[in-house]
């Protein structure tokens, strides 16, 4: 089951996993609140909280995470995944590097400081290689005309 997480500033998609997520999980809760979040946002923050009752996703979970990443591979700025999952946490630095934002992985212990990080302020200097790529190809070849 996938709870929206309310105590957060506005420009953060807090989100707290327990149970099995399943696609519905996906498609009825994560989603919607995404869009919602990207309607008033340019860039997207989030936290990704699998709590002690999680247990796994279903395939129709890992699709839709999937697609949710590469269809929106550019409005990333911030996510904080928290997790005492040893191999979710692998998958989520690995597959981090492919997204525009930074993310980072946090022991459950440490949720406090996983909102702090991902609802902070963004140094120049933490620009991911993709974030940079971006910058310099809407700088040459901008969409407007």
Do not use: C
């Not at 406090?112 to 963004?122: D, F, L, N």
């Not at 140094?123 to 040459?140: D, G, L, R, T, V």
């Amino acid at each position: 089951m996938l709870q929206i997480m309310k105590d957060l500033p506005g420009n953060v998609l807090g989100v707290r996993a327990g149970g099995t997520i399943t696609g519905s999980d996906y498609e009825a809760i994560l989603m919607p609140a995404f869009e919602d979040k990207l309607r008033e946002n340019k860039k997207i923050r989030m936290l990704y909280v699998l709590d002690e009752q999680f247990q796994g996703f279903d395939f129709g979970a890992m699709l839709d995470d999937a697609l949710l990443g590469i269809k929106h591979l550019s409005v990333w700025e911030r996510i904080a995944i928290v997790s005492d999952h040893p191999m979710l946490n692998g998958f989520s630095k690995f597959f981090g590097h492919l997204l525009s934002g930074e993310v980072r992985v946090y022991p459950v212990s440490r949720l406090e400081a996983a909102k702090e990080w991902v609802a902070g302020e963004v140094k120049p200097e933490h620009i991911s290689w993709f974030q940079s790529a971006m910058q310099k190809i809407n700088s040459e070849y901008p969409l407007s005309g």
